[in-house]
Structure formats: C-alpha cells, structure tokens
C-alpha cells in the first residue's frame, strides 16, 4: 500500500546511455513532481505536473524528458546520460492545487542514478 | 525569488535531550507554507511538520514543534526528548503560488546514546 513508488531504486548505467525512471502515486494527488538532489543532498525541483499537464520546467537540460501517461504516473526519461546526472531523483505528489500550489508533499523512495 | 537558509550544517544531541534546528526564509507572497522533513540514512524523505504561514499558532506534533516568527522570517524546528531514531537530515522548505517547494540545504542531526 505504498503511496508513492518508484522504481527501480537503484540505476547504474554508462555515459551515453538512455534510461528511465517510474513514478506511480496511489493517493489519488492532481500533481507530481520531479526533484534531484545531488551528492551535497541539496534539493531542487525539476518538473511539475498537474492533471497530465507541464505546469513546471525548470533550467534542465533537454537530455530530460518527463511523461505523464495519467494522473496517477509520472516517468523520466533521461537521454545521452552523462557524469553529472548522477544524483538521487524523488518523485512527490501533492493533491489537487487550491489555487496557490501550497498544498503537502509526498515524496517516493528515491532512484540513486549513478553514471558510469 | 524564494530562498531557504538553515544555517547549521550539522547538529548533535544527547538522547534525550531538546534541540532546535534554525530556518530562516524569504519570500515575496503573503500566502505560502513552511515544512520541515526529516531524511535519515533510508533515504525516505519524511513530512515531520508543516505550519500555515497565515496561522498564528505555532504546529506541533507530538516531540516535535516549531517557532515560527513570521516578521523575522523564521522558521526553528524544536525537538524535545530526542531518539536515536531521530538522528537524520533536516530540511526546511518553503512552499508558495509558483508549485514547488524550495529546500534549505539541511541540517544533519545527530543522536548520541
């Protein structure tokens, strides 16, 4: 009965390769996001969807490519991987926005991506 | 823009003992959140409280309370009575109109038996 999952939990992979993660949320949430923490464990958010729909890109490289089949999923699929993609990535979701964004959230497990 | 600042690196405690871990914040917006999370060697990111930026009253939850000083916009975690199980990495966050939450760079805590 995980809230949040993601899969895998871990991902080890060489420079140049393509991979995915997947985010599943069961808590019936609008909106999901995207976040990395790099090796200093700092935290900043990558994507935002909100009902299937970008409602956040921020400065990332074009390498990253989010896909929200439904509300419920929300993948990342990350092209030509280099180096300094290694991060751990968190999937969260939060419910349906009021109006102002503030609402709770709820992150997964985390993949440790490591780029060989 | 908004910015998180926690200025503690890193932290210890005696086990059973009160801590308090310091957030300051910045923000344009009248109307946004503050959290704290708690992430320990797991890796789960962890919501240990949030607090209402237009509530007066300050969140508590069980061992865990906050100051929050809404003009000097500060945002303290207190934590009384610590485990062992409490050591880990503290992160405050700041949530607002834009969609996302903005972290401070953490504290990591440590619980000495």
């Known amino acids: 009965d995980t809230a949040v999952s993601q899969t895998p939990k871990y991902l080890v992979t060489q420079m140049g390769n393509d991979k995915s993660i997947k985010c599943e949320q069961n808590l019936g949430h609008d909106t999901m996001y995207w976040y990395k923490q790099d090796s200093k464990k700092f935290l900043k958010i990558m994507f935002s969807y909100n009902n299937k729909e970008l409602i956040i890109n921020e400065t990332v490289p074009n390498r990253f490519s989010p896909k929200s089949p439904d509300k419920a999923h929300l993948n990342l699929h990350i092209n030509s991987l280099e180096l300094g993609d290694s991060a751990v990535y968190f999937c969260?979701?939060?419910?349906?926005?009021?109006?102002?964004?503030?609402?709770?959230?709820?992150f997964g497990p985390g993949t440790r991506l490591t780029v060989l | 823009a908004q910015t998180v600042t926690q200025s503690q690196p890193e932290m210890s405690v005696q086990e059973a003992e009160t801590v308090t871990l310091s957030c300051t914040y910045d923000?344009?917006?009248?109307?946004?959140?503050l959290f704290w999370y708690k992430q320990p060697p797991s890796r789960q990111m962890i919501l240990v409280i949030r607090q209402e930026a237009y509530k007066q009253q300050n969140a508590t939850e069980n061992r865990f309370s906050v100051n929050f000083q809404k003009a000097a916009k500060s945002f303290s975690l207190k934590i009384s009575d610590s485990q062992l199980g409490d050591t880990a990495m503290y992160f405050c966050?700041?949530?607002?109109?834009?969609?996302?939450?903005?972290f401070g760079k953490g504290t990591l805590l440590t619980v000495n038996p």
């Open positions: 923000t344009s917006e009248n109307n946004y959140y």
């Open positions: 966050a700041l949530g607002g109109s834009n969609y996302k939450l903005t």
């Open positions: 969260a979701s939060s419910a349906r926005l009021a109006g102002d964004g503030t609402d709770t959230q709820y």
